[in-house]
């Protein structure tokens, strides 16, 4: 699940490892190309937020709803990704949208996916290679097998919040979930129910992951004893609850769930309930 800078550096020349640079930001959309072009690590492939990991909105489905399973696996299989190939995926803020598309290459039926341990911040850091070079397409053939059980709809939030025995984990700032602030999403506030845990706390400062240790110890008394297959994740738009879900995962607590409309999903329906505060 993660690979260390060191066995990147080692695997830029084979062909059987294909990297995807994910950066983005939320407050320009096209920064993130911009940064690429600017410099990244060699052979890496630009994978847009809004565009490559995200699908057409319709002012009900949440801020980045899922692509076509179909269209992603041919983003993936234009860029040399085969069913044999391992993905590693990138940021610079550790993880929080490198972890998108991990799930998303799960989520059609890759298995060799990773995320780089500390991403581009840390490859800078070591002074490694940097190029402004695009790389060439080698297009390889690759089949989605979209498995829908990765996914909680909205109805599933509903149901589930009358029901013992699951938990939803809320990945946003803690000021975001109070309700205290909204800078993005047009009502404040989180569904109710929900656990509060900010995707930066898997981080260690320099954000690499902190040990699986520690992972499952702070989410297992988050959860409390709602089995992990019965554990959805979700923040203000199916994005950073990816960091979180990879975050269980590495702890050795695999099968819980994204909500990927999200809170910019929930509260497109004025009727249905937000809470405030912890």
Same mark, same amino acid.
């Given at each position: 699940?993660?690979?260390?800078?060191?066995?990147?550096?080692?695997?830029?020349?084979?062909?059987?490892?294909?990297?995807f640079?994910?950066?983005?930001d939320?407050?320009?959309?096209?920064?993130?190309?911009?940064?690429?072009?600017?410099?990244?690590?060699?052979?890496?492939?630009?994978?847009?937020?809004?565009?490559?990991?995200?699908?057409?909105?319709?002012?009900?489905?949440?801020?980045?709803?899922?692509?076509a399973?179909?269209?992603?696996a041919?983003?993936?299989g234009?860029?040399?990704?085969?069913?044999?190939?391992?993905?590693?995926?990138?940021?610079?803020?550790?993880?929080?949208?490198?972890?998108?598309?991990?799930?998303?290459?799960?989520?059609?039926?890759?298995?060799?996916?990773?995320?780089?341990?500390?991403?581009?911040?840390?490859?800078?850091?070591?002074?490694?290679p940097v190029?402004?070079?695009?790389?060439?397409?080698?297009p390889?053939?690759?089949?989605?097998?979209?498995?829908?059980?990765?996914?909680?709809?909205t109805?599933?939030?509903?149901?589930?919040?009358?029901?013992?025995?699951?938990?939803?984990?809320?990945?946003?700032?803690?000021?975001r979930?109070?309700g205290?602030?909204?800078p993005?999403?047009?009502?404040?506030?989180?569904? =109710? *129910?929900? !656990?509060?845990?900010?995707?930066?706390?898997?981080?260690?400062?320099d954000?690499?992951? $902190?040990?699986? /240790?520690?992972l499952?110890?702070?989410?297992?008394?988050?959860?409390?004893?709602?089995?992990?297959?019965?554990?959805?994740?979700?923040?203000?738009?199916?994005?950073?609850?990816?960091?979180?879900?990879?975050?269980?995962?590495?702890?050795?607590? =695999? *099968?819980? !769930?994204?909500?990927?409309?999200s809170?910019s999903?929930?509260?497109?329906?004025?009727? $249905?309930?937000? /809470?405030?505060?912890?």
């Amino acid at each position: 699940m993660l690979v260390t800078t060191d066995e990147l550096a080692h695997h830029l020349a084979d062909p059987r490892w294909v990297v995807f640079d994910c950066r983005h930001d939320l407050t320009d959309p096209a920064r993130g190309e911009r940064w690429y072009r600017e410099g990244h690590i060699p052979g890496a492939h630009f994978a847009a937020v809004d565009t490559v990991l995200s699908g057409a909105k319709n002012g009900r489905n949440g801020r980045h709803p899922l692509p076509a399973p179909e269209g992603f696996a041919d983003f993936l299989g234009r860029h040399g990704v085969s069913d044999t190939t391992q993905v590693v995926a990138y940021d610079d803020v550790g993880g929080q949208y490198a972890a998108r598309l991990w799930w998303m290459a799960r989520w059609i039926g890759l298995t060799k996916v990773a995320l780089i341990s500390g991403g581009y911040t840390k490859w800078l850091q070591e002074e490694r290679p940097v190029t402004a070079e695009i790389p060439t397409l080698r297009p390889a053939v690759l089949r989605a097998i979209q498995n829908p059980s990765m996914i909680w709809t909205t109805a599933e939030v509903e149901k589930r919040m009358s029901l013992p025995g699951s938990a939803l984990v809320d990945a946003r700032a803690p000021e975001r979930f109070r309700g205290d602030v909204e800078p993005i999403d047009r009502v404040a506030g989180h569904i =109710p *129910g929900a !656990k509060n845990r900010f995707y930066k706390a898997n981080l260690n400062a320099d954000a690499t992951f $902190r040990s699986a /240790a520690d992972l499952r110890r702070e989410f297992s008394a988050l959860i409390g004893a709602a089995p992990t297959d019965q554990v959805g994740h979700q923040c203000g738009s199916g994005i950073t609850a990816c960091a979180n879900l990879f975050a269980m995962e590495y702890a050795g607590m =695999p *099968g819980s !769930k994204l909500y990927v409309g999200s809170w910019s999903e929930w509260i497109a329906d004025p009727e $249905r309930p937000i /809470a405030k505060g912890e």
